[in-house]
DNA sequence: TTGTATGCGTTATCAG
DNA sequence: CTGATAACGCATACAA
């Protein structure tokens, strides 16, 4: 009497051969695509799963595929709205092809990073994305080694293992100096973060090396981490001086809202009549018309897309070199003076 | 001849053993907390692993111990302040009891909501969180006698085998009301959503019950998705017209925001002199400068925390009745005329 | 403490 | 097309 109700157990196909007076065999086939099982075998099969309320074990069948389906996507601050735009996309798509995403949330720091990438091994996941944070070399060796596919994203570090992804930082920071000296700013600061993430020094550097070629110089702050608060204050220590830029260059859009907040709140400056903003990611409060931010678009679409193909690539294919650049698209709103 | 470097696959305990030159169970015994293994046999495995790049197979494990330590955390609208604030510490907090967080976003339909309760299954998650949309019941009724919990938040048919986790949306829509009658405000409007879920509809009816019962009427307003542009729409729409409200609550942030900018940019209003304004969740960007806005906390962490009480449970206790409701408190900031 | 043997739920192989 | 059987990687009862 397998079939009562009370089973405080998950169903097998086991009980659900026995039920429907066929092979364990069967049951395997009728859930499994491409396999050959005759209508009635596999209607009979349906009900009785259906009554029990059977689900294949995908962790059991994973013992023999090697590949649990699962992709593990790891990165800190999940709830900052890049992120979590990014984390929108991937598992939306990873359902599509049928896989599913294992979100591990580390607090950043390089041992719990460490950890989060062991987690990956345990669970055998077929693929592991790396939002941020800069996970030990080694361990990364470990996961390519066991046929993982390992991607990182807007890391400078390439290693030979993993597929790389990155965005041309220092040729959206060149372009965004250009819209600000077009617009006829001299004075100009870079807003960035203490967080020291690659590719929020690329966009400084980059920002930098291409005033230092017009002669202009560039003020740098960095008050926090990348966040709203940051920003404000730095825009608190950046408009207090004498002569107070002209322009900002915000390394993120949050520190870009924030600064205009402290622009406009705690100075009365208006923008960008009185200094012009620019920042980066293109997040959706950018978008809203308490700051209609000029901006740079992360193409996160075309990224997601781009690691779903390399999902489902054959395991061992080194077709390309493992790196794939993106390039930030301007997105004009209201914040810089139109030239 | 396993041992060798080319494996392009996971390392199993059994060549752990065999390097180690103890027995398989050996390997076993050294990562099972609570098992007996003396301290010389446990280095050796320790070194014969750490060299191999072992790492035990958590799906194998669950085959045993029927519990794999996935939870799944169902929703749509990842991407959502409120939803990523969530995300971010159901899976902070999962982490730390050495748990994983599988992520399944659904489109919000149904059918989409029913194939991301199958995958809970297919993945023998020892629990399930729903954030948001209405699973099958029948579906809930598998998964609970299969042994699985499952959490279901801020849905309001209570079936018996899920814990349930509300808010009291009524008591906080009648308090939201109470602060805009003390501000001096007689003609009312809610802005809501399309979305129709219940917390939405709660926050709206309690809303109109208590103005109703102060004689007063109130506009009701929805234009789309629970979203900044639906707000801004709904400002369109409800400030437009000859006498315009003098005060609306924003059953979501998201549409005060939208509302405020629709209020400022578009018919040159001043908040909170000519029109308060009052949202719910309290995202972060509530508390930026350009909105300031007076609105609803939902505890996120509270409830966070009482679901990782709920998980640590054993598996049978029915100690309480299986619903758990929080309250929202009222963040005091500028979009409400001081009383 | 250690090793041996068994079973967990599934799929692949192979013989019918 | 179907059924029996052998893996898969692991934990545990049992015997040593």
Redo the contacts between chains.
């Keep these: 009497m397998s079939g009562t ?1 009370t ?5 097998s196909a086991q009980q659900v051969a026995e039920l429907a007076g066929v092979s364990r065999s069967a049951v395997s086939r009728t859930f499994t695509d491409g396999a050959s099982v005759s209508e009635t075998t596999r209607q009979k099969v349906m009900k009785a799963a259906d009554s029990l ?1 059977y ?6 069948r ?2 023999i595929n ?1 590949d ?1 389906g ?1 992709v593990c ?1 790891i990165g800190a ?5 890049y992120q ?2 990014m ?2 996309a991937l ?2 798509r990873l ?1 599509a092809i049928s896989r ?8 950043g720091d390089s041992s719990s990073v460490e ?1 989060a990438l ?2 990956t ?4 996941a077929g693929a592991t994305i790396v939002l941020s944070g800069a996970p030990p070399a080694n361990l990364i ?2 996961c390519v ?3 993982q596919k390992v991607i990182l994203i807007n890391r400078d570090d390439h290693l030979d293992g993993p597929k790389n992804i990155t965005l041309d930082n220092t040729a959206a920071a060149r372009e965004a100096f250009l819209m600000l000296q077009r617009a006829g700013c001299e004075r100009l600061a870079v807003v960035s973060s203490l967080a020291g993430t690659p590719s929020l020094v690329a966009r400084t550097k980059g920002f930098q090396a291409a005033a230092a070629e017009a002669g202009l110089k560039v003020t740098v702050t960095a008050t926090g981490p990348t966040s ?1 608060a940051s920003g ?1 204050e730095a825009g608190r220590v950046l408009l207090s001086g004498s002569d107070r830029p002209q322009a900002a260059f915000c390394v993120t859009d949050l520190l870009a ?2 600064f ?3 622009a ?2 705690e100075f009365g400056l208006s923008v960008p009549q009185e200094i012009c903003v620019i920042g980066f990611d293109d997040i ?2 950018a978008g ?4 209609n931010l000029t901006t740079f678009k992360q193409p996160i679409d075309q990224i997601a897309d781009h690691i779903m193909r390399l999902l489902a690539e054959p ?2 294919s080194a077709s390309d070199d493992g790196t794939a650049c993106f390039q930030a698209v301007p997105v004009w709103r209201r914040s810089v003076r139109p030239r």
Excluded at 7 to 11: G, H, I, K, N, P
Excluded at 121 to 124: A, S, V
Aim: proline share 1%; glycine share 8%.
């Design positions: 109700r089973a405080r157990s998950f169903v309320g689900h294949v074990n995908h962790l059991a994973s013992l090697e649990s699962i996507i601050e999940i709830n900052t709205p979590a735009r984390l929108d598992t939306r359902q599913v995403g294992m979100v591990i949330n580390t607090a950890l062991r987690q091994l345990n669970y055998r060796k470990t080694a066991s046929g709203y404000f809202c924030g205009m907040d402290a406009r709140f959706e409060q809203w018309a308490s700051y395991g061992d």
